[in-house]
């Protein structure tokens, strides 16, 4: 049992109330050298801006969001700028965002020329009467609600195109709780190198890359498909309700995934309690950034 | 506990195989005299293809497929021809199959212009690259696959359009259990009448709208963004899990979106035990199909 539940059951001792926790990612693979130390630079960039929205009494659901902008401006990163190319040489993105507290959700897939897919994400999470907005849709939902947007080949990085078409994974992703003891997730990625035109995958669908409660907030990484027919972050999510650690809870997803599905995985989920756990598979690497108190820390999440 | 699980705990008795079980609905929402005659007849034809389907020793998946492509050619119901006016006044479909044995699933979103979206999504599964494909992408996947394709206005009916413009919905959807024990489920809709353009709802994310896996199979329909918040098949499915009998299952999902969402609801769910239960909030009216033995029965879903 973690420490908000033993709180909660025993009169005697103070409700227990963890402070702003945040957790980032920057997409699981092959360790890839050359692009180490960019990687944990442009993490510990996003985690401190999330940081000083937590540490300024901000919500999750900003905290996550402005991690992921600073992520999708960085080209080291498969999001906004720099994401990979698809089957028609074409950037198309996806992001996801939710907020556990109001169970509401927004997210956009599919999208061309929108240079942070993630606020367009939350502007459809404000705006309240979608969820989903794809293609040319929301891009028009972006261009009605004055959303920043450019050509859709500026999101195209010259010096990084060689190099990214190696890499088929890269998604970024945060997830936070705040010190109302709110939690949020968001997800944003370029989605998978070659990818047929119009392919979505898991990060903007609800309960698959992204999910967020009130007791905890996922999101995942890696072969999107996978993770979508396990419908992989809601499972966590619900595993995790039953009143198991965040630590098994993780590791029971990882372990279904490795057991069913082809692919590799990353996943970063925090709980109300305060819990932060990350995980990848064998073999694979998934750097995060994590913080709670001091300096935001840039780590290799577990993969035994 | 129902009776495969009976069954498979006692050595002493053979195992419990139930026979093809099939449960087709046409939409949740008022009740509205004029369509009633109508709707039933199209569930009784859709039934009846389905059943053909499986009394061949065809599989579930099959079956599915089969009986929501009859839907999608009947005006009457808000999928395929006859789906509903976005915001902009053109069709937009969506689509989506899940195989419950293999875990497989296909799925399509925003598409225009295709005279079967689920055999759309069923081509998506079978090719396997890729779970869900929206818009344009998914569109040229069609042209490549030779799939029919029609000028998106042909899908819009005239003498529909009026009255289909007070309905908002009218999803259609299946689930069946075939001889040899596996489960399918399979969703198709216009969505929302004057949705805004490039909105997806709950019907093609597996997991919300459609779910099947090796215990059940779901297919949900109405207010899609309160589905996608809920995770909600996926969440059914997973309780069924459990252990609980599939009554309370689909019990369970209906109570906690009334507590918690906007809107209307209507669940179809067949098990591997054989069990088929459909339901809808009190006040609104979900036309079933079901067949296990004999004709198929067209009824009403509890809704108490």
């Not at 801006?49 to 937590?54: G, K, T």
């Not at 949020?184 to 035109?197: C, R």
Request: charged share 20%; aromatic share 2%; net charge negative.
């Amino acid at each position: 049992m973690h420490p908000a539940v033993q709180a909660h059951t025993d009169p005697l001792m103070p409700p227990f109330r963890p402070g702003p926790t945040l957790l980032v990612h920057g997409g699981v693979g092959p360790y890839e050298a050359e692009f180490e130390e960019p990687r944990r630079a442009g993490l510990a960039r996003a985690a401190e801006a999330a940081r000083e929205v937590l540490a300024a009494d901000g919500t999750a659901l900003d905290a996550v969001v402005r991690a992921v902008t600073v992520l999708e401006d960085d080209p080291v990163f498969n999001a906004g700028r720099g994401s990979v190319l698809n089957a028609a040489g074409e950037v198309e993105t996806d992001a996801a965002v939710m907020d556990g507290a109001s169970g509401n959700a927004g997210a956009v897939a599919g999208v061309q020329g929108i240079v942070h897919p993630v606020l367009l994400a939350r502007a459809v999470l404000d705006d309240g009467r979608a969820v989903l907005l794809v293609g040319r849709g929301a891009e028009g939902f972006a261009e009605e609600r004055g959303l920043e947007r450019c050509d859709p080949r500026s999101l195209i990085v010259e010096t990084q195109r060689a190099a990214l078409s190696r890499h088929h994974r890269g998604t970024v992703g945060a997830v936070a709780l705040d010190r109302t003891g709110h939690l949020a997730a968001a997800t944003s990625t370029g989605g998978l190198t070659g990818k047929l035109v119009g392919r979505v995958g898991d990060t903007p669908l609800i309960g698959c890359g992204t999910y967020a409660d009130r007791h905890v907030a996922v999101s995942a990484t890696g072969d999107g498909e996978s993770v979508v027919r396990l419908v992989l972050a809601h499972r966590l999510a619900l595993r995790y309700a039953e009143g198991r650690d965040l630590t098994a809870a993780v590791r029971d997803a990882a372990d279904l995934f490795r057991e069913t599905q082809p692919g590799i995985l990353g996943l970063i989920a925090v709980s109300a309690a305060g819990e932060i756990v990350a995980r990848s598979l064998p073999g694979t690497h998934l750097l995060v950034a994590r913080w709670s108190v001091g300096e935001p820390e840039v780590t290799s999440a577990p993969n035994d």
